[in-house]
């Protein structure tokens, strides 16, 4: 995908708030989609999934919301932590077709 | 429960040398995925396999190749190395299911490659 370099877009909020991480998908076939959390120097870890049949699903602290209509993506996450702070990738995929990340969002958590 | 191993987490090579990195993935999992992420980017997708067999091709430059081997773990070959080739590299391994859909792929913790 396009790289934003080293000036990723960034979402800074207060210890206890809830965020809203957006994202926009470029294939409109895509079927699957997940949100990774990923910790400087660290491999992305898995945060939520959602497929293409649901335009909502919740886990803990937080939930994925799917506009299929106009590709969009969220994810929101309640009572916020420091330990939140992350960059945070949502990717996409067709069927058995490889993952296409989106820009990533880094997320400052404040005490 | 278990991770996506990699192997080394690090590593420091010289212009035009080669590098072997080395993925373990999940148990049972029959898929690998490698990706590249330069700092500040997401991870760009290489190659992938599917029970020992090229699945799919991503950005992967002709200098590079890899497999998968009959215990599913995966190897990416570089050769020649280049300024521009360092970066983290990841493993990713998911399960194929019959009905047409891949599971979540999982991330290993990525070997820093450093070429100086």
Redesign the interface.
Known sequence: ?E??????PTLSVQEGDNSIINCAYSNSAS??F?W?KQES??????II?IRSNMDKRQGQRVTVLLNKTVKHLSLQIAATQPGDSAVY?CAE?F??????????TMLLVSP | AAGVIQSPRHLIKEKRETATLKCYPIPRHDTVYWYQQGPGQDPQFLISFYEKMQSDKGSIPDRFSAQQFSDYHSELNMSSLELGDSALYFCASTKRFSSGYTDTQYFGPGTRLTVL
């Open positions: 995908g790289s934003v370099g080293l000036h990723l079927d699957y997940i990774y120097g660290k491999g992305p870890q898995f999934d990738f995929s069927g058995y077709s490889t993952l296409t990340f989106g820009k990533g």
